[in-house]
């Protein structure tokens, strides 16, 4: 019989609210999938990708059992105690020999579940782990620094109701990342009062909804940012009132940003002067701007200046704390740590900058690949295949043979698992109460814990109790600490709560290790499949107690009622009016601030150095990772999820197929720096001449139906490289890797 079932998309951070109808001979199959209306940031939105989950819970490549690694390279099947037992005395031995800080923790969630991360904070602090990091150290870290000096906090855009919407290397239309990407594009586009501004080489779908659509060369957004904040000074188009009220370091600035010649500037980036001052004007002239930059900026050069100048167009147009414009929304549990770390942490090999805890993704390998006695000798990894997606793979695959131990969590037997000497296998999102921090919205912020959907297999374990049995067997979990929890429990949870929180301010040891603590107790109360909820009820009560006014105002007269809430479904959690952002600025002394010297030094290097010049070894800019319809990072294994552009197409411009000699449809040869592959070339109206682009998420292989593996399309990271990125924040240059590109002859 089939069910229908409510629960949310997992391929982006959207996660769109969606009902799904299990059925099919076993029970487990998704039959059909639609989005729920009743979901209050949804609202019954979804895109194509959510109709195709089945790939992701029924794929062939599932692993149900624990595997330990042969000294031949294959794998073999052990028992959880088996597994548990010798990871925790490895990792006991590594952490006696070489100190906790030399295992390394690498992920924690992806698009879809942040709760892993969440458990696995209490083992980082009982082993003493220092050093980590996950996808986001290869895109926001640039941005997340900014916002820190800037705001002491994080901001978004209000697309919903902004007058003109800008998106800097964003196309929501494919991407999404904004609430109904899609209805929101066009009724942006349908209404005559508002504006749409797309920074992008590439006439993508969502540029061709826009009202302005500059197209610099890749690489270049530094460029024509700070041509465009200097036309705000020049034309004197900035908000005096809002930068005397609310910002710090206007005067200093006003001298860094008139030294800016305009029209070299826009020489560097091949932009218009005329389109780039009539979008400069639409901003300074809109009620409310909201901006999304995105991997187009943070996956190239100079993208924490770009970040930087992106932000000062919108604070100097007093674009901040107003429907339509930028806002801090609450967190229930932060995403990202925001404010500015007292000391500046730094790696311990390369010594390169660590922003919000999180080590360059690119500087990783070369702190393995070394004899250094600082290097990382093992690796935590959960939820993540960085072995595909970060900065050249084969570096990856070289540094995790190296490490003394690499423990995998995963649903699947990935290309980074294949490299591990533990593979231990988990309940798929759909099997587990999961939820992700990735709560943007607006004033009224939604959050979802979505039940389970279906029971797990037998041999797989949630992370929450791979974390426990962890800690157990290590015996670095309070044995005393847990009973006295139970027995208060026991009593009424009012006296869980006192005691919890006692025990949480006498003990930082405590405090660290209680995820864990909270799913070993209040887990074993909840609902079959809920255990992992557990340690949202902490988090309910610290919102409920550091903003009680946002929470009522949403309906939740305290913690434990919001607590409850949670439990329900998908709710929004705080209500708030816009000007509650002021409140949430951290910095010193509550203003913007605009004077960021590590910022300023860096666009006088820019205008120092001029334009950039093409290296004549590698003529193209290949954008790396491009979103299409039929991506979703690695989250599907299936390539039968895709219904076009199976092998994933190489899209290059008319003019350079034409000086090449490339047909569409014909293979052709990029060649760069790290690697050379063959690929199906589409020749596209929308690339602009010098860019050529790939999809992301290709490029990994599955077992056809004889359990041979098969390859389908390019992998981008075997072409990138860790040396192309970013001085100040160590992201990576994915968007414009420098290439070149020939037709294949056929002999
Ligand atoms: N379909 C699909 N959607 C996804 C994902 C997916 O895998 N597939 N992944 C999700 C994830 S993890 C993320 S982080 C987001 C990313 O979302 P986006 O950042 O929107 O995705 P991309 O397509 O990688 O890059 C955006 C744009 O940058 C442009 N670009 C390239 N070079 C430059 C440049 O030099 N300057 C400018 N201004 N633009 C440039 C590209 O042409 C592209 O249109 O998408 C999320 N959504
Ligand atoms: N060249 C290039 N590289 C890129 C990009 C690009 O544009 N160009 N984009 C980058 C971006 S923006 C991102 S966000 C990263 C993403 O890269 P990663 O963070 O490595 O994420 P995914 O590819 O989404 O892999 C997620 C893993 O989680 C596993 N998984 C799924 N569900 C569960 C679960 O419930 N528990 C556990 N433990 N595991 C689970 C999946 O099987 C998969 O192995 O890729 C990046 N890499
Ligand atoms: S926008 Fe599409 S991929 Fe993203 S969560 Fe919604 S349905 Fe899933
Ligand atoms: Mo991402």
New binding site residues.
């Given amino acids: 019989m089939s069910e229908w079932h409510r629960s949310a998309c997992i ?3 959207s996660n769109c609210g969606i009902e799904i109808k299990i059925g099919g001979e076993d029970g487990r199959t998704f039959e059909r999938i639609r989005g729920d209306k009743a979901h209050p940031g949804s609202k019954g939105y979804t895109c194509e ?1 959510a109709l195709r989950l089945d790939h992701y819970q029924n794929s062939r490549d599932r692993i149900t059992s624990p595997l330990r690694r042969r000294p031949d390279g294959t794998f073999e099947e052990v028992d959880w105690d088996t597994a548990i037992g010798e990871i925790a005395a490895r990792l006991t031995d590594i952490r006696d020999d070489h100190g906790g800080d030399k295992i390394f923790y690498f992920g924690g969630g992806g ?1 879809g579940n942040h709760l892993p991360g969440i458990y696995a904070s209490a083992t980082r602090r009982a082993l003493g782990i220092r050093y980590r990091s996950n ?1 986001l150290a290869q ?1 926001k870290t640039g941005e997340i620094w900014v916002n820190s000096v800037m705001f002491g906090n994080y901001v978004r855009g209000d697309f919903e109701h902004c007058e003109t919407a800008v998106f ?5 239309w ?4 904004i609430p109904e990407a899609r209805r929101t594009l066009k009724a942006i586009a349908a209404d005559p009062d508002r504006k749409m501004i797309v ?4 006439l ?1 779908k969502t540029a061709e909804l826009a009202d302005i659509h500059l197209r ?6 530094a460029y024509l940012l700070a041509a465009m904040a200097a036309i705000l000074i020049e034309e004197n188009l900035v908000d005096h009132d809002f930068i005397a009220g609310h910002t710090t370091g206007w005067l200093e600035l006003i001298p860094h940003l008139a030294g800016v010649d305009v029209e070299e500037m826009l020489q560097g980036s091949g932009v218009a002067e005329a389109e780039a001052r009539e979008a400069t004007r639409v901003i300074a002239g809109s009620e409310s701007v909201a901006v999304f930059e ?7 050069r100079h993208s924490t200046l770009s970040s930087f100048l992106e932000k000062l167009i919108w604070v100097l147009t007093g674009n901040f704390a107003k429907s339509g414009a930028q806002n801090i929304p609450t967190a229930l549990i932060p995403l990202t740590a925001t404010g500015l770390a007292k000391r500046e942490m730094r790696t311990p090999v390369a010594g390169e900058r660590i922003i919000s805890g999180l080590v360059p993704a690119a500087t990783i390998t070369e702190e393995i690949l070394t004899d250094h006695p600082d290097r990382y000798r093992a690796m935590l990894i959960e939820s993540a295949n960085p072995a595909h997606s970060m900065p050249d793979s084969a570096s990856w695959r070289q540094a995790l043979d190296q490490l003394d131990l690499v423990v995998v969590v995963d649903i699947a037997m990935t290309e980074t698992a294949r490299h591990a000497d533990y593979v231990l296998p988990t309940s798929t999102q759909y099997e587990k109460a999961e939820a992700t921090t990735f709560t943007f919205e607006f004033p009224d912020n939604v959050f979802y814990l979505r039940p389970p959907v279906l029971d797990p297999p037998d041999g797989v374990l949630a992370e929450p109790e791979i974390h426990a049995r962890l800690l157990e067997a290590m015996g670095l979990l309070d044995g005393d600490a847990i009973g006295s929890l139970n027995e208060s429990l026991n009593e009424s949870g009012e006296e869980f709560g006192m005691n919890f929180l006692s025990m949480v301010n006498s003990s930082p040891d405590f405090a660290g290790m209680s995820p864990v603590a909270l799913y070993r107790t209040l887990g074993r109360k909840m609902p079959q499949g809920m255990e992992s909820a557990a340690v949202l009820w902490g988090a309910a009560h610290r919102l409920a107690m550091s903003n009680p006014g946002a929470v009522q105002k949403a309906g939740h007269d305290d913690g434990e009622k919001l607590f409850e809430a949670i439990l329900s479904g998908p709710v929004v959690f705080t209500s708030e009016e816009a000007s509650a952002s002021w409140g949430r600025v951290r910095t010193q002394d509550g203003n913007i601030n605009l004077l960021v010297p590590e910022m300023l030094d860096e666009l006088a290097a820019l205008i120092e150095a001029g334009a950039p010049q093409p290296d004549p070894d590698y003529p193209l ?1 290949l ?1 790396a ?9 690695t989250i599907f294994r299936d390539p039968e999820w895709r219904k076009k552009d199976a092998e994933g197409a190489l899209r290059v411009s008319p003019g350079d197929a034409g000086r090449l000699g490339l047909r569409d449809g014909q293979l052709g040869l990029v060649t760069t720096k790290a690697g050379k592959v063959e690929v199906v070339v589409e020749v596209s109206e929308t690339m602009l001449d010098g ?1 050529i ?1 790939l999809p ?2 290709h490029g990994v292989d599955y077992p056809d139906g004889d359990g041979d593996r098969r390859l389908t399309g390019t992998s981008t990271n075997e072409l990138t490289s860790i040396e192309d990125r970013d001085d100040f924040a160590g992201t990576p240059w994915h ?2 890797v420098p290439a070149r590109l020939e037709p294949v002859t056929v002999e």
């Fill in positions: 391929l982006c951070e990708k698009q996808a895109e800097i290397g964003k196309n929501p494919q991407s999404h990342g920074i992008d080489p590439r993508t610099p060369r890749p690489g270049t957004d995105d991997l187009g900026v943070q996956m190239n800019a954008s990772g491009e979103r299409r319809s039929f991506t979703a990072n860019h682009s992301n998420g968007k414009s």
